[in-house]
C-alpha cells in the first residue's frame, strides 16, 4: 500500500482528500503544518507529499525545499489556491513534480497521484537496473555494462581473464571460493588440473587493483576471499 502525507490546514480539505485515497487504497497520514510535515518525513518513509502552500509556521514552498535539501526524493503535489503561472513555475522550479489549483475535482487529484506514483516507480526500477551492474568495494569500482575498473578516479587496465576472475570475487564478495570454485567460474573448468593458474592469476589482480591487500585474502587451505577491511 503506498503512503502519501498530506499537508494540509484547511480540515474540510483534509477530511474530504483522506476519505477519497483511503477508499482508493491509499494509506494517509495528515499534518497541519509545515514543521509537523518535516519532522514526520524525516521519520516516516512516504511514496508522496501533497503540499498545500499557505501553511502555518513553515509554508508548503519551504517544506517542498527542505525535503529535497535533505535528499527526499518522493514526488510532491501542491495543491494551492494560488494559481498564477508565476505560483506555478515557483512550486515547480524548487522541486515539486506537479501543481493542481484549488478549487478541484478528486478523479483529477487522484489521476494525478496516480501517474506521479507511476512514474516514481520507473525510476526507481531503472535506478535498480543500472546499480545491478555497477559494484563499489572500498575505493573499487567496477562498471560491469562497460567492463570497466577504476580506483580512485584512475582507470585499471585488465585483461580479459582478470576482469573476470575479479567479477567471479566480487559476485561471491565475503565468500571463501576454492581454487576450484574460480576455475570452474573463471575459467569454466570443473576439476581441478593441479595448475597454480589460479594464485598466479590472483598475485596478477593484487599487483593492479589491490597493492595493499586490503581486499583479496588468503584463507590458508582454502581458498580466496574478497572483502573490505
Known amino acids: 500500500m503506498k ?8 480540515t474540510s480539505v483534509v477530511d474530504f482528500i483522506k476519505k477519497g485515497l483511503t477508499e482508493g487504497n491509499y ?4 499534518a497541519f503544518d509545515g514543521n509537523t510535515a518535516i519532522n514526520m518525513a524525516l521519520e516516516s518513509s512516504f511514496d508522496l507529499f501533497i503540499l ?7 509554508n508548503g514552498l519551504e517544506v ?12 510532491v503535489l501542491f495543491l494551492s489556491a494560488l494559481g498564477t503561472s508565476e505560483n506555478i513555475a515557483l512550486g515547480l522550479n524548487i522541486g515539486a513534480d506537479d501543481y493542481l489549483i484549488k478549487p478541484f475535482k478528486f478523479i483529477e487529484l487522484h489521476a494525478r497521484i496516480n501517474a506521479l506514483l507511476r512514474r516514481s516507480s520507473q525510476k526507481e526500477v ?4 543500472k546499480s545491478k ?7 573499487l569500482v567496477v562498471n560491469d555494462d562497460a567492463k570497466t575498473v577504476a580506483k580512485n578516479g584512475n582507470v585499471i587496465s585488465l585483461t580479459a581473464t582478470e576482469y573476470r576472475l575479479l567479477l567471479v570475487l566480487i ?5 571463501v571460493l576454492s581454487r576450484i570454485d574460480i576455475l570452474e567460474s573463471a575459467w569454466d573448468i570443473n576439476f581441478n588440473l593441479g595448475t597454480n593458474v589460479v594464485d598466479v592469476y590472483i598475485n596478477y589482480l593484487r599487483k593492479k587493483i589491490d597493492p595493499e591487500n586490503e581486499l583479496i585474502h588468503t584463507v590458508v587451505g582454502m581458498g580466496y576471499i574478497l572483502k573490505e577491511k
Open 64 to 75: 517542498c525545499k527542505e525535503l529535497r535539501i535533505r535528499n527526499i526524493k518522493s514526488p
Open 3 to 10: 503512503k502519501i502525507l498530506l499537508v494540509e490546514d484547511e
Open 126 to 129: 531503472t535506478q535498480e537496473e
Open 133 to 139: 551492474n555497477v559494484y563499489l568495494i572500498g575505493e
Open 27 to 30: 494509506e494517509v497520514s495528515v
Open 52 to 58: 498545500d502552500i499557505m501553511l502555518p509556521d513553515k
Open 171 to 175: 559476485k561471491n564478495k565475503g565468500k
